[in-house]
């Protein structure tokens, strides 16, 4: 994995501009460090809808918090009330006998904007303020070394489930069973024109027959047989975790080579067995849903690996020091005694910290091409030289340390130890995360009690009958345009005497389009996610935001897709600004390249054809988001949801009108 530079530390000065102020800095280094209850002990877990929030770039800002321990810091350091009453003098002197020494903290303005300068006279908490101001600089601007984007799931329904009381209860849920009663009305006229003409409600159905009369079974096996492919990642990373194989070695490698070639086998069988086109949606889509669900796990246990390892190296380093008797002199001068630092921070003069530029992976466990104080411990107790008691204090405090924040990295989310790295390397962890409503891994989730079997019986006839909607709209009014498109194709007619027809066959399916649209993802993220969440009991199911309400493409980007949105944002986003270096801008215009790029691989299984009309249509995105934050345009919401209502109406029927065309 590769790692970005860490926040500037200049002598003793911080750079806090990413925090809100020195104090809520402080309260979020102190509790970073004490908070975390014991990783034996047994919590269970509980919504907390205001432990962060997302921005426009989707990096997560964490929100200070006024939690007990804080205020237990500074009472600590208050002097006692006097009091009348009887033993009210003992009282004090026994408190004030057993309360810790204070320690006095300096934090004053340096003079630059969001740079901060503070001095403690005890090196050990001066060590501890450093280490926790940095890291929670480091998690605010995104900068984490190595460690990949961190979500948080919540418990939460979707917006359009009964079970979301603020839904039911919303001024426009008339507009909502509205909508149904018209497609109810469709396709009873539907149905009635059928039975005029062909003598059934059920037409000629087609669609239906391509459906299930060619290699129904074929396409079901091979389905089967793509979802048992994903468990190469886990019988990969049971190697590395038995010390096979190294991630940050061949790991990676094999994992990237496989998805490779698993993706591309998938999208050649479609081609081979020549299916129609229900088969190849269906095939298609899957196969790159179980492509982001392999890359997630692997990934991300790819990471866990490396710090399991480190962490294992500095426990051993560790035991060797314990095992050090210590010497009245020592000759060893590198690291310094004085140093109380973590890696890639060391003591300046004057008890000062300064910033260490590391040039290695922060999680890497070859200690000697390190540069850091961590490696130079290490390298100090391998080489077996006499230590004297303030060093052996010194080197153990560093460690001891390090290990802490190792763990705390190996824990994630998690409550307990029993699903820590690698104790969830287990198949059963590895199905259950294959069956999760959710492309992004993480240790644990928030889950329900119970499953409601009612619940999920009500979301599978929706889903089953919205299916049927589509297939009904598509055999009535989109199969009938295709057909006779295709027709004049095959029949030698030019390009020039086509494009005569292109306006009226846009205009024939503008508003089936809309729906089919509407429908489709309406059936995958209310009602087939809701059902598969359900038995899963998996609890966040926000798998959208209210994307009809968006007014640029960015803003419909995340939140019509939240599932796809957080993957991109983890494994797309913010690991090509980790890996490749990329700036923001650069970073997002690679996301959306890579988005458009799958977007056209799927038109060219679809149409068997190159044309770019989806890959040109999904990039000029950028510029209508860029478009949509300019001056003329901030304050005007409801234009900018005019310009977007616009390109999603009549965005599917041009873009299918140019493949069936050209």
Known sequence: MSTDDRPELKGSKTDLSSLTNGRSAISHALQGLCDRPPLGTEDSWTQDGSSGTTDVDGASQLKPQSGEQTGDVQSRSTTAISSDDNGSEKLKRKKHEQRRESIHVVLEPSGKNGEYTFTA??????????????????????????????????????????QNTSAAHSPFHGFFTLFWIAMALLLGRIAAGNYRTKGSVFG?????????DKD????????????????????LHKAIANDYLTWNGSGWIIQSGWQVFYTCTIIWVTFWRDWPWTHTVF????VFVLLMKQHAYSFYNGYLSCVYKRRNL???????????????????????AGTHAVTGIDNADNGNLTRQRSIRPKYSTNLSKEESEIASVGQAIEADEPLDAEQIQAFHRVLNTEITILNEELRGKCTTTDNVYPN??????????????????????????????????????????????????????????????????????????RFKEFPWLVSDMLFPM???????????????????????????????????????????????NRPVHNFLLRHVYHSSISF?????????????????????????????????????????????????????MKGRDTLGNVVFWFGLFIGPSVITSLYLIV
Not at 616 to 631: C, G, I, R
């Open 121 to 162: 006279k005890d090196p050990v908490f001066q060590e501890i303020l450093q280490f926790g101001l940095q890291r929670e600089a480091e998690k605010l601007n995104g900068k984490s070394r190595g460690k990949p984007r961190d979500l948080v799931f919540t418990q939460q329904f979707t917006t359009f489930d009964r």
């Open 580 to 632: 490749f270096h990329l700036s923001k801008m650069q970073a997002t215009f690679f996301t959306f390249l890579l988005s458009a790029i799958i977007h056209e691989v799927l038109m060219f299984c679809l149409f068997k054809k190159v044309r770019g009309y989806l890959f040109t249509f999904q990039l000029t995105q950028l510029p209508l988001a860029a478009f949509s934050k300019t001056k003329f």
């Open 514 to 560: 809309l729906l089919e649209q509407l429908l489709s993802w309406y059936v995958i993220w209310e009602c087939l996610l809701n059902v598969i969440a359900e038995i899963t009991r998996f609890a966040d199911r926000g798998f959208y935001g209210a994307w009809w309400n968006s007014v640029s493409f960015d803003q419909y980007a995340r939140d019509w």
């Open 204 to 212: 000629d159905a087609e669609i239906l027959h391509l459906m299930v």
């Open 424 to 497: 969830n390397l287990t198949l059963y962890n590895f199905v259950e995360w294959a069956c999760l409503p959710t492309l992004v891994y993480d240790l644990e989730y928030p889950r329900q009690e119970r499953v409601n079997w009612w619940y999920v019986a009500e979301k599978s006839a929706a889903t089953l009958g919205v299916i049927w909607i589509m297939i009904i709209i598509s055999q009535a009014y989109i199969y009938p345009v295709v057909v006779e498109t295709v027709r004049q194709k095959e029949a030698g007619i030019s390009l020039d005497e």
């Open 283 to 286: 095939i298609v889509l899957h």
């Open 216 to 235: 129904l079974f074929v396409m079901l096996t091979t389905d089967v047989s793509m979802c048992a492919a994903t468990s190469f990642g886990f019988f």
């Open 314 to 336: 500095l426990q051993q380093k560790l035991r060797q020091l314990e095992g050090i008797k210590a010497q009245e002199a020592s000759s060893i001068t590198s690291p310094r």
